[in-house]
């Protein structure tokens, strides 16, 4: 059950940190780009849901940041496996200032637990083939 599974397209392990701080840094742009390959990451493995301009467009009305965790968690169930976060995990967003951040991270390593198990390179250790 721990194979990597290769007929799925599997996503890339991103630094939580790294994501949260260059979130901050770049006044927000880099949220809109990790949104948008987090959804289309997903998208590309399950097959299914809302691809990454969608999520984006969608994470600009506040639905995009419930459906991104409720995506994470399906993933995580549809493998046989306890979802680390859920569509319920989107009520971070209403915490004013960090709770963006936090829902940030959670799912970006709720995200990195799946791909690290699918056999995508940690954080940081990409190697030509997959930059």
Known sequence: MNTPDTTRPIGHQRGSGFVI??????????????VYKSFQELKNYRG???GGLGGVLLALIIVGWFLLPAYVGRMYQ??????????MSG???LVPYAGVYILMYKSQEALNGFWGEKGAP?????TAATA
Request: hydrophobic residues 45%.
């Open 21 to 34: 701080v260059m979130s901050i840094v770049t006044l927000g742009i880099y949220a809109i780009y990790w």
């Open 48 to 50: 299914q849901g809302v």
């Open 78 to 87: 549809e493998d046989g496996k306890p979802n680390p976060v859920s569509g």
């Open 122 to 126: 940690a954080p940081g250790t990409a």
């Open 91 to 93: 009520l971070w967003i």
